[in-house]
């Protein structure tokens, strides 16, 4: 489990890695003492869990956290409760208070186990490349549309639809709207999972309810949870192609 460590204060940061290291599975890959330098973290080292605190200088926790495409799983560490409730409107796994008591910790990381994907029986991580590189149906994308942000998984958004000069996610009952093209969003998709239906649309395949045939060799294609949505023809042939014997 790879850790970034992100807090102004050197002795929190000093106590807290005191604290993990009684959890063997735990690797803290690094610290970062403000936003900007936690930004340049997460991109080289790709941690797994990060530990923010809330207040720092220049940018605040959340605010970095609106400033990502993508997060991993985020517990919150800070000195002040008052922001709990808008921790979990963002869905952190975890809000501890300082000093931060180790049964609390081990609580946390309770939390943090069973979202990870399984290790590799041997492998070796790849240096990231300067394209971008694709995310799959476990990773964890954090939204935010307005006021409201979610860390969503990959897995549970069934559609990705233009409303606009937008796209809107839909997962569970929310449908936020995102500054991202479709273009965008298809690059960075696994195509295994998630399909391009026609021009306005990217469904995720997992959540495909029925398929029946519709006008001029189309097809149509209801998801769970809903909505409908009509494959072009161009898009049509393809489906069939990829997912035929």
């Known amino acids: 489990m790879k850790v970034l460590l992100v807090d102004d204060s050197r002795l929190a940061r000093t106590e807290l890695r005191h604290l993990l290291a009684a959890f063997p599975e735990v690797e803290v890959v690094g610290e970062a003492r403000h936003a900007e330098e936690a930004r340049a973290q997460l991109r080289t080292l790709r941690p797994e ?10 940018e605040t926790g959340f605010e970095l956290l609106a400033s990502l495409d993508d997060a991993p799983q985020v517990i919150f560490t800070t000195a002040y409760d008052e922001y ?3 921790a979990f409107e ?7 208070l ?4 180790e049964n609390r910790l081990a609580a946390a990381l309770d ?3 069973p979202r990870l994907p399984a290790a590799p029986v041997a492998s070796v991580r790849p240096e990231p490349e300067a394209a971008i590189t694709p995310l799959s149906a476990q990773d964890q994308v954090f939204v935010k549309d307005g006021e409201r942000c979610w860390f969503v998984r990959l897995a549970e958004v069934r559609l990705f639809e233009i409303n606009g000069s937008y796209t809107q996610i839909y997962f569970d009952n929310h ?5 991202r093209t479709l273009q965008h969003l298809e690059q960075r998709l696994d195509n295994r999972v998630f399909f391009r239906v026609n021009r306005q649309q990217i469904i995720n395949l997992e959540w495909v309810e029925s398929i029946e045939p519709w006008f001029s060799n189309t097809l149509k294609i209801r998801l769970r949870g809903g909505p409908e949505v ?5 898009q049509s042939g393809r489906f069939r192609e990829l997912l035929s014997l």
């Open 90 to 96: 963002v869905n952190a796994l975890d809000y501890l």
């Open 98 to 101: 300082k000093p931060i008591q």
């Open 84 to 86: 709990a409730l808008r």
């Open 111 to 113: 939390k943090v186990r």
């Open 230 to 234: 009509e494959v072009s023809r161009q």
């Open 175 to 179: 449908r936020p709207l995102i500054p």
């Open 49 to 58: 869990v990060l530990f923010l605190d809330i207040h720092m200088p220049g």
